[in-house]
């Protein structure tokens, strides 16, 4: 009974870090547009099951198993970033965490590793509960006909079909996500751009044409200290001159 039990579970663990990083979701559960995060739930769980089957696939062939734990732990990082963002900054996932991630370093990343001692913890349960549902789902068949295949590869196809919808047919919401497994993909991706962006923007330097409209002095300075007012000021009609001390020099 247990081991029917872990699919189910690691099926609700996925889902549950979906709602983590999109809130969103889950708050509409309540209001008039329930129907649609009950929709977005079901595509996003019809996909994890159809990742599962996929995997499972995959183990049926020791050389394409190694694929399916790369898969399974890529998919285990992305829960990983969901329950991270929840305990450690109380927020979902956005592109600009993304890009703190694409710039971090070793350093940086170990002298915060103590904040994620939980969600690392997460992670692990994760991790081995997708490995062993995999399993699981590859012992309890005997064979995978062509209805096996075709759930197997509804995570892949279902993209597909809505970035078409997102392009030719109607996007409501304005925004380039698309739906995937990997929902934090997207984040990523639109992160990298941005990266790159600023690479080309670093590498154009600047041409300044300058001339000299007072060829007879060099460098002017003009020191205004902080109680400064125009009103003591010669330009705005300020009659007293000031005296200034011919063996000092200026400071900054």
């Known amino acids: 009974m247990l081991k029917k039990i872990i699919p189910a579970l690691i099926i609700l663990l996925y889902l549950t870090g979906l709602l983590l990083s999109f809130q969103f979701i889950f708050q509409k559960l309540f209001d008039k547009e329930r129907f649609e995060s009950i929709r ?39 829960f990983l970033i969901s329950v991270s963002c929840f305990f ?25 590793s103590y904040m994620f001692i939980l969600p690392g913890i997460l992670f692990i349960i994760f991790f081995g509960l997708l490995l062993y549902s995999v399993i699981y789902l590859k012992n309890s068949t005997v064979r995978f006909n062509g ?51 600023i690479d080309a923007i670093k590498k154009n330097t600047p041409v300044f044409n300058s ?7 060099k460098n002017v300075i003009l020191i205004i200290g902080e109680s400064e007012r125009k009103q003591n000021m010669s330009l705005y009609g300020y009659g007293k001159k000031r005296l200034q001390m011919q063996n000092s020099r200026p400071r900054i």
């Open 211 to 217: 001339r000299k409209i007072q060829q007879g002095v």
């Open 40 to 78: 977005n739930i079901l595509e996003y769980g019809i996909m994890f099951l159809s990742f599962l089957v996929f995997n499972a696939l995959l183990f049926k062939n020791k050389y394409s198993a190694v694929l399916s734990v790369i898969l399974c732990l890529l998919l285990s990082v992305n």
């Open 88 to 112: 450690v900054y109380h927020s979902g996932f956005n592109v600009g965490m993304a890009i703190s991630i694409l710039e971090t370093n070793m350093h940086e990343a170990f002298s915060m």
């Open 147 to 197: 209805k096996f295949i075709f759930i197997a590869s509804l995570w892949i196809i279902m993209p597909f079909a809505f970035y078409l919808k997102h392009r030719y047919i109607s996007n409501k919401g304005g925004g380039k996500m698309i739906k995937n497994v990997y929902y934090h993909l997207s984040d990523f991706n639109v992160a990298m751009k941005l990266q790159q962006d």
